[in-house]
Every structure is written in structure tokens, then in C-alpha cells.
């Protein structure tokens, strides 16, 4: 495999490696948040407020940092994300909610410039570790993205890709059951059942949304990380969504990145409030929107910031 | 009070604006009329020289296969038996006053030097025809054609014209006597090269300038597509990669005849290759086209969308996996059509092949990849050195012939492109 990444030329044991430059922005948030006199932040240094830590843990970022050449968009962040649970990441445009989310799966591998450092673990595999595939990682950890980007080809085929090349279907009818049920699942098949040989970029951009969502849970993934898979949906599919969401939580861990305040309170139990490439706080949902411990949490969902 | 709206501000500029574009528009016009005028005169004069070369005047004889000429000793040899004589003595009936040996010697000029072959074809097809006459259409001399056709000035000197004036008088005479006609000239795509205008065709070209793109695109192809993908998809991008981008961009702006030289030198002194074979016109040709190629596919290559590539990779699927289930599916129509472009470029090409000796006379049509062959491109070259008139007309019809290809060629990228091209 020719996979590469920065991190396979240097071995995963932190951020001490590499003396990024800092970034302009960093004394700005500083400032601000020495503005709030419980604010744990010391000289640059920064602590997430909350409890980043959970009970169960399985997927766990710690002391992450990303770099797209000399920009710092993740710094020092560390979450865990607990089994059967679904955590939120919110924050205003460009504080890193993608970057965060791809680097759980690996995906900021094919960007040239991005270089991740830090330990993630799955269920207690470094995930970044030589030995682990990428491959399987993206079997276990499935990702639905914040464009949708159906493949060319029929909305049958889309949703049997990922199955096909994993082998998960013993034969046709087998197959037929897993397309038929993740379409179901994804709240698309009453839809496109009679056209699933019509190509998939063909459908509506909320269908082409929930097409790929369909196209991600047939692989059956042990985590789901979902970047704003709303954003394109009304409201009776966002709902169709959000019950998937709450179905698919009693099995597996789902990430789900949201600007809707009140989508990440309907589905999340946590929510972790980036800004600026730091995870600023990470609590109970109720506590975030109710009694947020971090000023910029509040400035935030009190729509002050963002 | 000036009026300081958006709206004025805007109407203000319209008439410079609306200038600008009509003088754009009657510039680009001009531009393409221009264009399709230099090209209506070439097509023109290309088919008003090059159409009459596809018809070839025939003279009816009538074939008397006597047993005195062809077997004086009772015993027919297809090898020495003089066929020659019998077109001759059947022109001879017809024209009873030719007696003089210089005479009968112009008389003879009038037919084909084919005819006496077609004598002996005859024979050996079907021996039971000695002794009896056959009517037979013979193609007449080019001499005779190029009368018929309009091509030699009658009024002219004797002297100065390559046919006498005995000669044009005889010819008028068959022509009163309905045994002259033109017809389809097949030789013209069945023969090979030829000292003899008439018997001159370019099946020997053409097969050596297919035998030359078969090894070209065999080679080329899985060549170029897989530079292309391993240079998209895997290579590191580091400053080998825009190292190695410049150089084959650079290769493909190289000269043709400097890969002629470079295959000379290779192929043909190193390697030891048969000289003036389709094998190493090939070869050459391959080197030749393969920037071409690599760069229309690496340019297919990346107009496949990141996100396509990026959804197949977050699936789980390999790298590998990623390039031959999403991005060759959506770039081999584009990989194609440079292909094709490649080829048709190749199919033109007459200087590299000039430096590997496929200049050469070849009258017999090549059977192999390492028979001596020439290309359609180069047979025009030799052709258009002729000083024969009728050579001239061939030669013309040699490039509508090339140009045919071409036109075809061409079509065929954009029928893939249109039929293949997908949206998303
Ligand atoms: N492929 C990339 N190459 C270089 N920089 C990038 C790339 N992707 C993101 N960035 C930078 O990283 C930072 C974080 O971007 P990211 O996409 O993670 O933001 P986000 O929180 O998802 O924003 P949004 O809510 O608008 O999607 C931004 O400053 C962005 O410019
Ligand atoms: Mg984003």
C-alpha cells in the first residue's frame, strides 16, 4: 500500500515532535478567554473545560494536533467518545469540526498537506499505528460527508459498493437485503424503490445526502462520524435522520458534527464546543445549552459568536 | 442634479461595453471565415486534383490464347511462355495497317504493362482457356489515361507530350469503337508501390501503416494509462514529480524526426531490428505519442472529482480499489480520446520514419510486423517526388485516402466522448 501521511514518517507519540509557529489568532483567543476569570486557560496553554473524558470509552483522540502546512487548525485536542453513545461537535465555521472528524477515520490522509500528530485510539488500537489498515479502520469507522458525493454509477450500486468490496454479502439476495435495508434505514426507500438503476446523481441534493447515508451504514460500522448530514434535508428527512440517529446509538457511536443548536439537543447526549482549532468545552448536552461553563460556549449558543 | 444611481452608472458603460463585444464578435468572425476558407480551397483542390485517380481507364481486347504463342512445342510453361505477346497481337488485329516495327512498338505502349499478366492469371486460373479468345477489359497505359482524362494537352508539341500523335490517333479510334471506359480504380487499393502509374497503389502503405499503429497502440496505451495513473494517483508530489511533468511536456514539443533518430540509433543499430519494418516504425511512433497520451490521461485523471475518490476511500475501499472502480471508469473516455488523438498524430507522421529507411520502393505488400513496409504518409512523399503526371493524381488521392482515416479517427474520439462522457 502507498498510503501516506505524515504520520507514517513520524511515529505518534504527540505533539513534542514538531514546534508549529503560532498562529495570529492564538493571542486573540487568549485574551478573550482570560477575560472570564474562571477561564482555565494559562499563557497559551489551553484546558478544555467540562469532563472530556467519559465512562466507556472506545474511540479516544488524545493530545491532537493538525497542521495543513502552516496552518494550525487542531490544537492539543483530546475527547473521548463513548460506545453507544452520540456526542456533537459544534462551533462556528472553521474552528475544525471537519478536520477533527477526519482524523478519526483517517481521511486527512489523502490531503498533502495535513500533517496529524497525536494518539487516537479505537477500542484501544492506535489507530495511526503502522500495523492497522486504513482500510479497516474506514470499515469500522464510517463517515458521511458534508457535501454529498453519490458515485456515477445507480443508486443500487452506491448503497452495494461498500459491501461488495468488503465482502459482506454472501450473494445476491444477501446483497438485495442490505441495500434494501440501508436505504429503509436512511428514510430513502420509499422514494427510489422502483428507479434503484437510475444513477445516483441523478436524485435531489437531500436525496443524494441520504443516499450516502444509506451507502455508509450498509457497511454495518462500529462508528459513524457525520458531518452536518443535515444540512441539505427538510425537515421530515432531517427528522428520518435524526430517528436513524437514535436507532443506529444503540449499537454503535456516532459523531455528528451540527451548526443546528437544536438538532445537537434532540440527538446528542454530550456536545463539544470547538473554536478556533481548540475543544473548549466538552459536557452533558443539558449542561452546554442550559449552564455552558466556558464564556465563548455561551457567547456562542447565545448566538454572540459565529 | 446628476443622477448617481446604480442604474445610471451601469447605462453609462453600456455602449462601451456593447462596443467591445461587437468588435470581439466580427474579430472571431473574421478569424473563422478565414479559417474555413483556407480549408474549403484545400479540400477543393485536393479533390478536383485527386477524385480522377479513382477511376482508371480499361481498353477491351480480345484475348486469343493461341497455342502457337503460348505453347509452340505443345507443352504450356506458366513460367516462360510469352503472355506478353497476347494483349499484343489482340491490339494488332485491331489496327491491321500498323506494320513497322517502330510502330507496332507504340502500339503496344498503349495497354497496361499488367496486361500480359492478366494473360497469364487467366491461364493459370482456368487452362482450359488455350486455345480459345476472350473479351477482356486490360487497364490501358497512364500515358492513354492521362489523354483520356483531360491531363495531357493535345495541342501541345509532340515532342513535348508523352504520348504521339499515332498513338492519340489510335486511342480516338477505340474510343469511336466503345472499347475504352474508366472504372472503379481497385488497383489503387489492392496493389502495392509501382514504377507503372496505373499498377501504382497503396495497399502496401496501408497495411504497413497499420501494422505500425497496432504496435504503437498496443504499446502506447497500457504505457501511457499506467504513467498517467501512477504519476495522478501514487506518486508523491515532490519536485521529481514537477521534474518528470516538465520533462514529458517537454517530450511531447520534441521534433518528430529527433525520435526517428533516437529510434535509428536504438532500434534499429542497437537492438538490431529489422530495418524499414512497421516493428520499429512502431516503436518510434509509441515514443512518440506516449506524451501525448500520458497528458490527455493525467488531465482525465484529474477532472475525475477529490470527492468522488474521497467517498470510495471512506467506504474502506484501497487505493488500488479507488483508481480502477471510480477514477479509470470516469477517466478512460478522456484517456481515449487522447489516445486517438495520439494515433491520428502518429498516422500522420512521415520524418521519423524516413530516418528507420521505411522510404524505401516496397512493391510487395507487407505480411508481418518485420516485412519491409512504407506508411501512407511517406508513400505520399515518394509519390508527390514522381514526375509522372499521373502520379500526381495518386498522390492526391493518397492524402484524400489519409485524410479519410484521419476524419474517422478523429469522429471515433468524439463519439466516445459523447456517447462516454458522464455527469456528476
Ligand atoms: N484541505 C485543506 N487544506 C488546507 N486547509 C484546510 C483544509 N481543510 C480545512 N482547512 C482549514 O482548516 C481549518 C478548519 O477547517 P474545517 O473544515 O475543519 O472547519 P469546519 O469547522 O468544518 O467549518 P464548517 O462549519 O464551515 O464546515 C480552516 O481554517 C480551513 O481553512
Ligand atoms: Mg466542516
Same mark, same amino acid.
Given at each position: 500500500?502507498?498510503?501516506?501521511?505524515?504520520?507514517?514518517?513520524? /511515529?505518534?507519540?504527540?505533539?513534542?515532535?514538531?514546534?508549529? /509557529?503560532?498562529?495570529?489568532?492564538?493571542?486573540?483567543?487568549?485574551?478573550?478567554?482570560?477575560?472570564? /476569570? $474562571?477561564?482555565?486557560?494559562?499563557?497559551?496553554?489551553?484546558?478544555?473545560?467540562?469532563?472530556?473524558?467519559?465512562?466507556?470509552?472506545?474511540?479516544?483522540?488524545?493530545?491532537? $494536533?493538525?497542521?495543513?502546512?502552516?496552518?494550525?487548525?487542531?490544537?492539543?485536542?483530546?475527547?473521548?467518545?463513548?460506545?453507544?453513545?452520540?456526542?456533537?461537535?459544534?462551533?462556528?465555521?472553521?474552528?475544525?469540526?471537519?478536520?477533527?472528524?477526519?482524523?478519526?477515520?483517517?481521511?486527512?490522509?489523502?490531503?498533502?498537506?495535513?500533517?496529524?500528530?497525536?494518539?487516537?485510539?479505537?477500542?484501544?488500537?492506535?489507530?495511526?499505528?503502522?500495523?492497522?489498515?486504513?482500510?479497516?479502520?474506514?470499515?469500522?469507522?464510517?463517515?458521511?460527508?458534508?457535501?454529498?458525493?453519490?458515485? #456515477?454509477?445507480?443508486?443500487?450500486?452506491?448503497?452495494?459498493?461498500?459491501?461488495?468490496?468488503?465482502?459482506?454479502?454472501?450473494?445476491?439476495?444477501?446483497?438485495?437485503?442490505?441495500?434494501?435495508?440501508?436505504?429503509?434505514?436512511?428514510?430513502?426507500?420509499?422514494?427510489?424503490? $422502483?428507479?434503484?438503476? $437510475?444513477?445516483?446523481?441523478?436524485?435531489?441534493?437531500?436525496?443524494?445526502?441520504?443516499?450516502?447515508?444509506?451507502?455508509?451504514?450498509?457497511? %454495518?460500522?462500529?462508528?459513524?462520524?457525520?458531518?452536518? #448530514?443535515?444540512?441539505?434535508?427538510? /425537515?421530515?428527512?432531517?427528522?428520518?435522520?435524526?430517528?436513524?440517529?437514535?436507532?443506529?446509538?444503540?449499537?454503535?457511536?456516532?459523531?455528528?458534527?451540527?451548526?443546528?443548536?437544536?438538532?445537537?439537543?434532540?440527538?446528542?447526549?454530550?456536545?463539544?464546543?470547538?473554536?478556533?482549532?481548540?475543544?473548549?468545552?466538552?459536557?452533558?448536552?443539558?449542561?452546554?445549552?442550559? %449552564?455552558?461553563?466556558?464564556?465563548?460556549?455561551?457567547?456562542?449558543?447565545?448566538?454572540?459568536?459565529? | 442634479?446628476?443622477?448617481?444611481?446604480?442604474?445610471? @452608472?451601469?447605462? @453609462?458603460?453600456?455602449?462601451?461595453?456593447?462596443?467591445?463585444?461587437?468588435? !470581439?464578435?466580427?474579430?472571431?468572425?473574421?478569424?473563422?471565415?478565414?479559417?474555413?476558407?483556407?480549408?474549403?480551397? !484545400?479540400?477543393?483542390?485536393?479533390?478536383?486534383?485527386?477524385?480522377?485517380? *479513382?477511376?482508371?481507364? *480499361?481498353?477491351?481486347?480480345?484475348?486469343?490464347?493461341?497455342?502457337?504463342?503460348?505453347?509452340?512445342?505443345?507443352?504450356?510453361?506458366?513460367?516462360?511462355?510469352?503472355?506478353?505477346?497476347?494483349?499484343?497481337?489482340?491490339?494488332?488485329? @485491331?489496327?491491321?495497317?500498323?506494320?513497322?516495327?517502330?510502330?507496332?512498338?507504340?502500339?503496344?505502349?498503349?495497354?497496361?504493362?499488367?496486361?500480359?499478366?492478366?494473360?497469364?492469371?487467366? &491461364?493459370?486460373?482456368?487452362?482450359? =482457356?488455350?486455345?480459345?479468345?476472350?473479351?477482356?477489359?486490360?487497364?490501358?497505359?497512364?500515358?492513354?489515361?492521362?489523354?483520356?482524362?483531360?491531363?495531357?494537352?493535345?495541342?501541345?508539341?509532340?515532342?513535348?507530350?508523352? &504520348?504521339?500523335?499515332?498513338?492519340?490517333?489510335?486511342?480516338?479510334?477505340?474510343?469511336?469503337?466503345?472499347?475504352?471506359?474508366?472504372?472503379?480504380?481497385?488497383?489503387? !487499393?489492392?496493389?502495392?508501390?509501382?514504377?507503372?502509374?496505373?499498377?501504382?497503389?497503396?495497399?502496401?502503405?496501408?497495411?504497413?501503416?497499420?501494422?505500425?499503429?497496432?504496435?504503437?497502440?498496443?504499446?502506447?496505451?497500457?504505457?501511457?494509462?499506467?504513467?498517467?495513473?501512477?504519476?495522478?494517483?501514487?506518486?508523491?508530489?515532490?519536485?521529481?514529480?514537477?521534474?518528470?511533468?516538465?520533462?514529458?511536456?517537454?517530450?511531447?514539443?520534441?521534433?518528430? &524526426?529527433?525520435?526517428?533518430?533516437?529510434?535509428?540509433? &536504438?532500434?534499429?543499430?542497437?537492438?538490431? =531490428?529489422?530495418?524499414?519494418?512497421?516493428?520499429?516504425?512502431?516503436?518510434?511512433?509509441?515514443?512518440?505519442?506516449?506524451?501525448?497520451?500520458?497528458?490527455?490521461?493525467?488531465?482525465?485523471?484529474?477532472?475525475?472529482?477529490?470527492?468522488?475518490?474521497?467517498?470510495?476511500?471512506?467506504?474502506?475501499?484501497?487505493?488500488?480499489?479507488?483508481?480502477?472502480?471510480?477514477?479509470?471508469?470516469?477517466? =478512460?473516455?478522456?484517456?481515449?480520446?487522447?489516445?486517438?488523438?495520439?494515433?491520428?498524430?502518429?498516422?500522420?507522421?512521415?520524418?521519423?520514419?524516413?530516418?528507420?529507411?521505411?522510404?524505401? *520502393?516496397?512493391?510487395?505488400?507487407?505480411?508481418?510486423?518485420?516485412?519491409?513496409?512504407?506508411?501512407?504518409?511517406?508513400?505520399?512523399?515518394?509519390?508527390?517526388?514522381?514526375?509522372?503526371?499521373?502520379?500526381?493524381?495518386?498522390?492526391?488521392?493518397?492524402?484524400?485516402?489519409?485524410?479519410?482515416?484521419?476524419?474517422?479517427?478523429?469522429?471515433?474520439?468524439?463519439?466516445?466522448?459523447?456517447?462516454?462522457?458522464?455527469?456528476?
Amino acid at each position: 500500500m502507498s498510503e501516506r501521511s505524515a504520520i507514517d514518517d513520524q /511515529p505518534a507519540q504527540g505533539a513534542s515532535g514538531i514546534t508549529p /509557529p503560532a498562529p495570529v489568532q492564538e493571542s486573540a483567543l487568549v485574551n478573550a478567554i482570560a477575560d472570564k /476569570p $474562571d477561564s482555565s486557560a494559562t499563557d497559551g496553554e489551553f484546558k478544555t473545560v467540562g469532563e472530556y473524558r467519559c465512562q466507556n470509552p472506545y474511540l479516544v483522540a488524545e493530545n491532537v $494536533d493538525v497542521h495543513y502546512g502552516s496552518n494550525h487548525a487542531i490544537k492539543n485536542v483530546s475527547l473521548e467518545i463513548g460506545k453507544k453513545e452520540v456526542i456533537a461537535l459544534i462551533g462556528p465555521s472553521g474552528c475544525g469540526k471537519s478536520t477533527f472528524l477526519r482524523c478519526l477515520n483517517r481521511m486527512n490522509d489523502s490531503i498533502e498537506s495535513a500533517v496529524v500528530s497525536g494518539d487516537i485510539r479505537l477500542d484501544g488500537e492506535d489507530i495511526y499505528s503502522k500495523s492497522l489498515d486504513p482500510v479497516v479502520l474506514r470499515a469500522r469507522v464510517g463517515i458521511v460527508f458534508q457535501k454529498p458525493n453519490p458515485f #456515477p454509477k445507480s443508486i443500487y450500486d452506491n448503497v452495494a459498493y461498500g459491501p461488495r468490496i468488503h465482502g459482506l454479502a454472501a450473494d445476491r439476495a444477501e446483497l438485495d437485503e442490505i441495500v434494501h435495508s440501508s436505504l429503509e434505514r436512511a428514510g430513502l426507500l420509499e422514494e427510489v424503490k $422502483d428507479r434503484l438503476d $437510475d444513477p445516483g446523481t441523478g436524485l435531489s441534493g437531500g436525496q443524494q445526502q441520504r443516499l450516502c447515508i444509506a451507502r455508509t451504514i450498509a457497511i %454495518n460500522p462500529e462508528v459513524i462520524l457525520m458531518d452536518e #448530514p443535515c444540512s441539505a434535508l427538510d /425537515p421530515i428527512a432531517t427528522a428520518k435522520v435524526e430517528d436513524l440517529m437514535d436507532q443506529l446509538a444503540q449499537e454503535y457511536s456516532i459523531v455528528i458534527v451540527t451548526h443546528s443548536m437544536q438538532q445537537a439537543a434532540r440527538v446528542s447526549r454530550r456536545v463539544a464546543y470547538f473554536h478556533l482549532g481548540h475543544l473548549i468545552e466538552v459536557n452533558d448536552t443539558d449542561t452546554v445549552f442550559t %449552564n455552558p461553563e466556558h464564556k465563548l460556549t455561551e457567547d456562542y449558543i447565545t448566538g454572540r459568536i459565529g | 442634479m446628476t443622477d448617481n444611481s446604480t442604474k445610471a @452608472k451601469v447605462e @453609462k458603460g453600456l455602449a462601451r461595453r456593447r462596443r467591445n463585444e461587437l468588435i !470581439f464578435r466580427s474579430a472571431g468572425m473574421l478569424a473563422t471565415t478565414v479559417g474555413v476558407l483556407f480549408l474549403g480551397v !484545400f479540400f477543393f483542390t485536393l479533390i478536383q486534383n485527386g477524385s480522377s485517380a *479513382f477511376q482508371q481507364s *480499361f481498353v477491351l481486347v480480345d484475348l486469343e490464347f493461341s497455342e502457337d504463342i503460348l505453347a509452340p512445342d505443345g507443352e504450356l510453361d506458366l513460367e516462360y511462355a510469352n503472355f506478353d505477346a497476347i494483349p499484343r497481337n489482340a491490339l494488332r488485329a @485491331k489496327f491491321p495497317d500498323v506494320t513497322s516495327r517502330s510502330e507496332r512498338r507504340e502500339l503496344n505502349r498503349l495497354l497496361s504493362i499488367s496486361a500480359g499478366y492478366i494473360a497469364r492469371d487467366m &491461364i493459370e486460373d482456368d487452362p482450359e =482457356l488455350l486455345g480459345q479468345t476472350v473479351q477482356v477489359w486490360v487497364p490501358a497505359a497512364s500515358t492513354v489515361d492521362m489523354l483520356l482524362k483531360g491531363n495531357i494537352d493535345r495541342e501541345i508539341v509532340e515532342s513535348l507530350r508523352p &504520348i504521339s500523335d499515332k498513338q492519340i490517333a489510335w486511342v480516338d479510334e477505340l474510343v469511336s469503337n466503345e472499347r475504352v471506359r474508366k472504372q472503379f480504380n481497385t488497383a489503387l !487499393f489492392t496493389n502495392g508501390d509501382s514504377r507503372e502509374p496505373e499498377l501504382a497503389g497503396i495497399r502496401g502503405a496501408l497495411m504497413g501503416s497499420f501494422y505500425m499503429l497496432l504496435v504503437t497502440v498496443v504499446l502506447s496505451l497500457p504505457i501511457g494509462a499506467a504513467a498517467a495513473i501512477y504519476l495522478e494517483e501514487l506518486a508523491p508530489k515532490n519536485k521529481w514529480a514537477d521534474l518528470i511533468e516538465v520533462n514529458i511536456n517537454n517530450l511531447a514539443a520534441v521534433p518528430s &524526426i529527433v525520435f526517428g533518430l533516437l529510434g535509428l540509433s &536504438i532500434f534499429v543499430n542497437w537492438a538490431s =531490428l529489422p530495418r524499414s519494418a512497421p516493428l520499429v516504425g512502431g516503436l518510434v511512433l509509441a515514443l512518440l505519442t506516449l506524451p501525448v497520451i500520458i497528458i490527455a490521461s493525467r488531465a482525465a485523471i484529474k477532472a475525475v472529482p477529490p470527492s468522488i475518490r474521497e467517498a470510495a476511500l471512506g467506504l474502506g475501499a484501497s487505493k488500488m480499489q479507488v483508481v480502477f472502480h471510480h477514477v479509470l471508469p470516469l477517466a =478512460l473516455p478522456g484517456m481515449l480520446t487522447g489516445t486517438i488523438i495520439g494515433m491520428s498524430r502518429a498516422l500522420g507522421e512521415s520524418a521519423p520514419l524516413l530516418m528507420i529507411g521505411m522510404v524505401a *520502393f516496397i512493391v510487395d505488400v507487407p505480411q508481418g510486423l518485420s516485412d519491409p513496409a512504407t506508411a501512407l504518409p511517406v508513400q505520399i512523399y515518394l509519390w508527390a517526388d514522381s514526375p509522372e503526371r499521373a502520379f500526381a493524381e495518386r498522390t492526391s488521392a493518397a492524402i484524400i485516402v489519409l485524410l479519410g482515416f484521419l476524419l474517422l479517427m478523429n469522429l471515433t474520439a468524439v463519439i466516445i466522448r459523447k456517447r462516454m462522457e458522464r455527469k456528476w
